[in-house]
């Protein structure tokens, strides 16, 4: 089981994803824009980040740039709804800046378990194909 | 002739604000006016004012009797001189003139001075006139009565006097005069005649018909010799010609020659003759600058109009390019025959008379501009019009016409429409993705609650049924959520070279079996190869989506379905319109024989939601989509239809 940060504006959507994460048995960090979750990430450094692309402040995209940055090592998964950011093209595209996987709001909890998983059996990010 | 005493006159015209101002204005040149609205009322004042000693009449009188019979009328009762008014000088009024007098005429506009010297000389005329006819009668009665020498020398006297008087006349209205014998080719001319060509008399002295033939312009020699024969073969009751003539500083003075044989030899020769010359240089060149003014404005697409303040608006004046605005001609408006008014599209015609009358009422205001409006030509097509309106006051500042500068719009108006279109789609666009993302993050919420529910309780329970029916209204809400996303930003990914041929034979198969027999397909491709970049599985959604468009058409009867492929070329003009780039396009024509559109259905029918399908029956999307994939491999669409006449969608796609 791993420990997961959830970074999303808006709450009812970050607590129900808290909610099927625990279920599943991981363990979570909230928080509500990436500014908050940067700092909460460099305290507690957990395995898996995912992150939504479209939030005020800053965007999806700098928490994932900022991250990859200093710590290569942790999964990134992006997740976005709509907008420019929520096109197919765009979230594909997450993964040129950092992210390790992407899903599409919204998803099924099926879906979300089975992009949490591979993505922790990816043993160097970096280098290896997904 | 005392000119010292005031001279009264009799000035009939149907206008009163302008027999007020003329009456005023003539005051100040030391006339008595009396004005008369109508021929009766002019007639009833001229036998109660014996003193009267002069008659303006318009030759416009439309109530009662007209200005011929009013003058002849007038002449009746005792003799008096009368000058015509006018508003135009063309032929054909002009030539009107000479059944109500041989005095002439003077158009309206002229300036008080011009006709305060018109006067004065008709006047002189009318007197002289009156002179010699007494002393001709009086000559006729002594010479068969009596040889008294001393009444002889007194008629002699008095002959002399009248001839210096005309003389006195004829200069003070600057007028040559000539005297030819035409079998000796002797001339006789005044100082006039000489100083138009700028010589003095002497200097050009002996004058002969040669002298003549020498100044004129070869042109003008050859035609006024035809004239000039035809008057000496009696087939014309006077000669009469615009000449041009050489000046002394070498350029053309533009003459108006007049003459008229006065004495025919016993076997019928012309002998001699009488005539003037009248230096028109002026006119004519400004004749000349109205004529250039007025051939630009025909070129031009600025239509010119000049109407009445009365009743029903009646035009007095309109430029010739009017028929290819409205498909009538100036004539057809000018003689009442059309009325512009009755022209305009029966929805904006209160709203341009209110704009009229609000203008109109505002002292000060000397023009109005219109919102465009509409207007219905000759072939019922409709036309907007851009009008801007001057008003033209008199000194009372009563208004007694509007001038109208007319554009048509028509084209600039349809670009408009389209640049909405175009901007509307483009927001509904932009709403629609920003829309979306909170939309689908919102149906995540509801979905994942849903779907951990389902975990912890069974399926087949009353409130497990409740709930697999939230989640299918959940999972359809985040289909139509795509659908609007594909709308507003098809992804351009996975484009390649591709034949558009091709991407219909595949669709069409797909396409057959998804229709009802009722509906006929057929295709058919004019030209031979058909690439461009695309999406294949987009334009094949594009050939469907139009497919299943063209079926609903048809539901009711049947039809044909009818796709054709060729290839277009696209100028700067419709690139522009449409916002693509110019070149050769391949143009995709699906066409149906269903119900057809009105052209309110037209407009909206791109816009995401907008169906005029029973509700549950579309989701209003299909064509949305189909605009947002066009627009995106940077093409177009044209729709044409009309209600019971079926559709067709014309698909322009950039050929590579």
């Known amino acids: 089981m791993s420990k997961i940060l959830i970074i999303d504006d808006n709450d009812s959507f970050r607590k129900m994803l808290t909610e099927m994460l625990r279920r599943a048995g991981h363990e979570i960090l909230e928080a509500e824009n990436g500014i908050i979750g940067i700092d909460l990430f460099n305290k507690y450094p957990v395995e898996l980040v995912i992150t939504d692309m479209y939030m005020p402040k800053i965007s999806g995209q700098d928490v994932i740039i900022e991250l990859r940055n200093n710590y290569p090592k942790v999964k990134i998964i992006a997740i976005s709804g709509g907008g420019d950011s929520g096109s197919l093209k765009y979230l594909k595209n997450t993964q040129n800046f950092g992210a390790d996987k992407y899903l599409s709001k919204p998803f099924t909890m099926k879906e979300l378990l089975e992009t949490v998983s591979a993505v922790m059996q990816i043993k160097i990010s970096k280098t290896m194909n997904h | ?56 009449i318009d030759i416009d009188l439309n109530t009662g009797i007209n200005s011929t019979e009013t003058s002849r009328k007038l002449l009746t009762i005792r003799d008096i001189p009368i000058i015509v008014l006018l508003s135009y000088d063309d032929k054909k009024t002009v030539d009107k003139i000479e059944k109500i007098t041989s005095y002439g005429y003077i158009l309206k506009k002229s300036e008080t001075t011009i006709l305060d010297n018109s006067i004065k000389m008709v ?49 003070g209205a600057n007028v040559g005069t000539w005297a030819w014998n035409i079998q000796t080719g002797e001339m ?59 000046h002394k500083k070498g350029e053309w003075v533009w003459i108006l020659d007049r003459g008229q044989v006065a004495t025919w ?34 070129r031009s697409h600025i239509v010119a109009f000049l109407w009445q303040n009365k009743n029903d608006w009646p035009i007095e004046f309109v430029s010739e390019n009017v028929k290819t605005l409205t498909g009538y001609s100036a004539a057809d408006f000018i003689g009442g025959k059309v009325s512009f008014t009755n022209m305009i599209y029966k929805d904006d015609i209160d709203r341009v008379k209110k704009e009229v009358a609000s203008n109109s009422s505002k002292k000060g205001k000397h023009s109005i501009i219109h919102e465009p409006y509409r207007i219905t030509t000759k072939n019922g097509h409709i036309k907007w019009i851009a009008d801007k309106t001057f008003i033209r006051r008199n000194s009372n500042n009563n208004i007694t016409h509007y001038e109208g500068i007319v554009t048509d719009i028509t084209k600039e108006k349809n670009m408009e429409a389209k640049l909405l279109q175009a901007s509307r789609m483009e927001i509904v666009g932009t709403l ?98 058909s690439p461009i970049y695309a999406n294949s599985s987009q334009i094949q959604q594009v050939i469907m989506n139009l497919g299943m468009n063209a079926a609903q058409a048809m539901k009711k009867n049947g039809g044909n379905l009818n796709i054709i492929l060729k290839e277009a070329f696209i100028n700067d003009n419709l690139a522009l319109s449409m916002n693509v780039k110019k070149g050769y396009f391949l143009k995709l024509v699906i066409s149906d024989t269903g119900q057809g559109m009105d052209s309110n259905t037209i407009k909206h029918i791109f816009e995401p939601f907008y169906t005029s399908k029973p509700r549950g029956e579309g989701t209003g999307l299909g064509l949305s989509i189909v605009y947002g994939i066009i627009k995106s491999h940077d093409g177009f669409i044209k729709v044409f239809s009309r209600k019971g006449e079926g559709s067709t969608f014309n698909i322009y796609l950039p050929k590579i």
């Open chain 2, 123 to 171: 006047l002189k005329l009318f007197y002289a006139h009156k002179e010699i006819n007494r002393l001709e009668k009086k000559a006729n009665n002594k010479q068969s009565t009596a040889t008294d020498s001393s009444e002889c020398k007194e008629i002699n006297r008095n002959l002399i006097s009248q001839k210096q008087e005309l003389d006195f006349c004829l200069k």
């Open chain 2, 432 to 529: 629609a993705g920003g829309v979306s993302h909170d939309f689908n993050t919102l149906l995540g919420v509801i979905l994942g609650y849903g779907e951990m529910i389902l975990d912890n309780i069974s399926p087949e329970s009353q409130n497990g049924t409740y709930l697999l029916e939230i989640m299918r209204a959940g999972n359809r809400s985040r289909e139509l959520v795509q659908h609007l996303m594909d709308f507003s930003i098809p992804d351009k990914d996975d484009r390649k070279p591709e034949q558009l041929s091709t991407m219909i034979e595949k669709s069409l198969p797909l396409l057959k079996s998804s229709l009802s027999s009722k509906i006929d397909i057929k295709y058919k491709s004019i030209i031979n190869s």
């Open chain 2, 1 to 56: 002739m005392n000119f010292d005493t005031k001279k009264t006159l009799l000035l009939i015209d149907e206008e009163q604000d302008w027999l007020s101002e003329q009456k005023e204005l003539l005051k100040k040149f030391g006339y008595k006016t009396l004005t008369a609205r109508n021929g009766e009322e002019a007639i009833k004042i001229f036998n109660n004012n014996k003193n009267i000693d002069l008659i303006l």
């Open chain 2, 265 to 298: 030899t016993e076997d019928g020769k012309p002998l001699l003759m009488y005539g003037t010359h009248q230096d028109i240089t002026t006119q004519k060149k400004a004749e000349k600058k109205s004529y250039e003014a007025y051939q630009i404005i025909n």
């Open chain 2, 188 to 246: 006789n001319t005044n100082e006039r005649w000489a100083s138009i060509l700028g010589y003095t008399l002497e200097e050009i002295s002996p004058v002969s018909i040669d002298t003549w033939m020498e100044f004129i312009h070869p042109d003008d020699l050859k035609k006024s010799e035809i004239l000039l024969d035809a008057h000496f073969n009696k087939d014309s009751e006077y000669f009469e010609r615009e000449n041009r003539m050489k």
